[in-house]
């Protein structure tokens, strides 16, 4: 089998750790080229060093990209997004309640059709490529044929991606409920054929824990024990009237973490969306557990759901990542993230940098999703997942930028000014996966 050399040129930036929240980043946590090279070999990062280092090293049939005037980073993550939700973004503003009845619900449940599946899980793949995202943790329907649809859709583009058949069981449409214990056989079957196949990884998906009733959660628990590999999402502390709602259903559990806690659901791999009506104590409490957040900012703002307290996490050890949350936010693209990230950070007194912007889109994702031996930064044994920036992509970019001085300067203009337009290519396991036209 011929080995496969490609060597990218072009500016580069990544992060190695966390560069902290000042405009200066802390030392050793962020690498730049002006001229730089990724040297792929097979699918995956042989080397990333200055071009005129390495242009001598690979083999004479080596395959050459150009992409000087550019800027290459690591491919951006997402957390959490709903797939199936795709055909209802930007559907006139409800309370999250009203919303997940009046679209959401009906938009779900035409995933029962296979052919439905498969045509939006496509599209949705090429919103993501053309974004820049090479990798998500996605939430499919309640329907077992949406996700093998998903995952025959992310397997044929070779992309590393996390999804998971949402459980339900009760306060939902007939056509989306579950048989209790059924929804988990279901579930166990599609880890069986699917975790653990080429890039691709499972995580188990109650809704949220009004959908689901107490044996149904309590058989989730039961298949996490048993396979602690395995990841685990769902939503919490996103709306005032849903917590109302749960401590309704649930009166004997302490709070809304705790119905989750008392049924075996929060470990080290466990993300829960939103997070936003957390005290103290009860990210104290993730923390502990090694869970994380997916702060969803674009979503909680068109939602009206409220404000994530970011640095509230990071005080009491709780990790957080970035996420689109779409249907419910309103851009598939991480720099609307980042600029809603950073909107939200404005209101309480915590403005984000574009360091620590590309940071939690690319090595700080990763990380909370335990794939950082895998992806998110741009060095040798990681897979070859990488985004190409285009400044000059708009004139108003491309004008901003030619008045900057200082990396800093670039970094966040290019954050606050930037969409799918400016992602020239993107590259996933060594293949271009997307080209802008």
Not at 197 to 226: E, I, K
């Amino acid at each position: 089998m011929t080995t496969t050399h490609r060597l990218l040129r072009g500016a580069i930036f990544t992060c190695t750790d966390d560069p902290g929240e000042e405009n200066i980043p802390l030392p050793d946590t962020t690498r730049y080229w002006e001229d730089g090279a990724v040297w792929i070999v097979d699918g995956h990062i042989q080397a990333v060093d200055d071009y005129a280092a390495l242009v001598g090293q690979v083999p004479e049939h080596t395959e050459h990209i150009d992409y000087r005037g550019k800027l290459m980073m690591p491919g951006f993550i997402d957390s959490h997004v709903h797939y199936v939700q795709l055909d209802i973004m930007a559907s006139y503003g409800r309370e999250l309640l009203d919303w997940l009845n009046d679209y959401t619900f009906p938009a779900e449940c035409r995933f029962a059709e296979k052919a439905h599946a498969e045509a939006v899980a496509e599209r949705f793949l090429d919103e993501m490529l053309r974004a820049g995202t090479t990798t998500a943790q996605v939430f499919c329907s309640s329907h077992p044929v949406s996700v093998d649809s998903f995952f025959a859709a992310a397997q044929r583009r070779r992309l590393r991606m996390i999804a998971g058949k949402v459980l339900m069981d009760r306060h939902a449409p007939q056509g989306l409920i579950d048989d209790t214990l059924g929804g988990v056989r279901d579930s166990e079957r599609l880890i069986a054929d699917w975790h653990g196949r080429d890039r691709l990884s499972y995580t188990l998906t109650p809704r949220f824990a009004p959908t689901s009733s107490r044996a149904q959660l309590d058989a989730v628990g039961g298949v996490l024990r048993n396979a602690p590999d395995l990841y685990l999402q769902t939503h919490l502390s996103e709306n005032r009237g849903e917590i109302a709602w749960v401590a309704e259903l649930f009166p004997e559990s302490r709070d809304y973490l705790g119905v989750y806690e008392d049924h075996g659901l929060v470990g080290p791999r466990s993300t829960f969306a939103h997070g936003i009506h957390l005290d103290d104590a009860q990210r104290r409490r993730l923390a502990a557990e090694g869970a994380s957040i997916a702060f969803c900012p674009t979503s909680n703002l068109f939602l009206g759901s409220g404000l994530m307290d970011r640095l509230a996490c990071r005080d009491a050890g709780l990790a957080t990542s970035l996420a689109s949350d779409v249907g419910g936010g309103t851009s598939l693209s991480g720099f609307a993230t980042l600029q809603g990230a950073y909107n939200v950070g404005s209101l309480l007194g915590q403005p984000l940098t574009g360091w620590q912007g590309f940071y939690r889109l690319t090595l700080g994702n990763a990380r909370a999703l335990h794939l950082a031996d895998h992806i998110g930064s741009l060095e040798a044994g990681r897979e070859a997942d990488l985004v190409v920036l285009d400044p000059d992509a708009t004139p108003l970019l491309s004008r901003r930028l030619s008045q900057t001085e200082s990396l800093a300067e670039r970094l966040f203009a290019m954050m606050m000014l930037g969409d799918d337009r400016t992602v020239a290519a993107t590259w996933a396991n060594g293949e271009r996966v997307h080209q802008r036209a």
